[in-house]
């Protein structure tokens, strides 16, 4: 290929990528960030660099982070033995203190500064900041072997109530990237641990995103798990139903899509899950014709 050819061929990716840059000016975009995408380190700046590529033309991006394996790979390093009731972990006040250290003390601030150190303008938030996330104790009923529901006590992990979107708008509007870690706020000064991807579908609905992105270590939705050209590209919130009884959605993946749903009930344009294992998968969904992930829409 001559460097005219090349040249001619970046050209073409620009033309098919600008009526999506027209449409997609001055929206809000929510990214829930996580998976492999946050470990390995050529995933991490791909991720930072689409994130400043749609700042730069007029996209107004939201981050919120997870971090789960650091949190884990911390109490580990620290000694603190995880407790799990009935395969869920219990979150006590010692192990939450060790969660906010690895959310807000080391991975916001990470992103934070690569998200600077390539150029853009970026803020870390805790949902601890101007009441941005209220949460209570998650309330959660399992069944005994006896059949009868039973109350589980999982200590420190939250549910979001309210989210109050006021300093984001401040920061969107004076042209921040706002970085989320997904941690609450209780009525009585405690502090919860939330869902990240409940967190961030949160925000989506306060701020009435256009788009809500999840970045996942899956393809996106497969009508066959074991056949990875079996993805579904558009699902209507109509279909979600359908989907579950016939077993297409299932175990991890029906937090995200209960997610989706609530998103799109409450006003956000739509919600796509990606692979972000795949270099510049936001880009790749967003401005080129075929998309790569699975979108929800009404």
């Known amino acids: 290929m001559t460097p005219i050819e090349e040249g001619i061929g970046k050209a073409g990716v620009l033309v098919e990528a600008l009526p999506y840059i027209q449409k997609f000016a001055g929206k809000t975009v929510v990214i829930k960030y996580g998976g492999h995408a946050m470990v390995d380190p050529l995933l991490k700046e791909s991720v930072m660099l689409d994130i400043l590529l749609l700042h730069s033309v007029g996209i107004?991006?939201?981050l919120v982070h997870g971090g789960g394996p650091e949190i884990n790979a911390m109490l580990k390093k620290v000694g603190i033995e995880s407790h799990f009731i009935k395969g869920l972990r219990f979150t006590d006040a010692q192990t939450m203190e060790i969660a906010q250290m690895v959310l807000v003390g080391k991975l916001n601030t990470e992103i934070v500064a690569m998200l600077n150190r390539f150029g853009g303008k970026s803020v870390g938030l805790s949902g601890k900041d101007a009441q941005l996330l209220l949460a209570t104790k998650k309330p959660l009923k399992m069944p005994n072997s006896d059949g009868t529901m039973e109350e589980i006590d999982l200590g420190l992990v939250g549910e979001i109530h309210t989210v109050t979107p006021n300093i984001l708008n401040t920061l969107l509007?004076?042209?921040?990237?706002?970085?989320?870690?997904?941690?609450?706020?209780?009525?009585?000064?405690?502090?919860?641990?939330?869902?990240?991807?409940?967190?961030?579908?949160k925000i989506a609905e306060a701020l009435k995103a256009d788009k809500m992105l999840l970045l996942t270590d899956v393809r996106g939705i497969l009508r066959d798990v074991g056949d990875p050209d079996s993805l579904i590209s558009t699902v209507n919130r109509d279909e979600v139903d359908t989907l579950i009884e016939e077993g297409v959605l299932q175990g991890g993946m029906l937090p995200k899509v209960e997610c989706a749903v609530s998103?799109?009930?409450?006003?956000?344009?739509?919600?796509?899950i990606l692979d972000g294992r795949i270099r510049h998968a936001i880009l790749l969904e967003l401005f080129t014709d075929g998309g790569i992930g699975t979108m929800f829409k009404d």
Do not use: C, K
């Open 263 to 272: 998103a799109l009930e409450q006003g956000v344009g739509s919600v796509h």
């Open 60 to 62: 107004r991006p939201v």
């Open 173 to 201: 509007e004076q042209g921040y990237i706002p970085v989320i870690s997904p941690v609450a706020s209780g009525e009585n000064g405690e502090t919860f641990n939330v869902n990240a991807d409940t967190a961030a579908g």
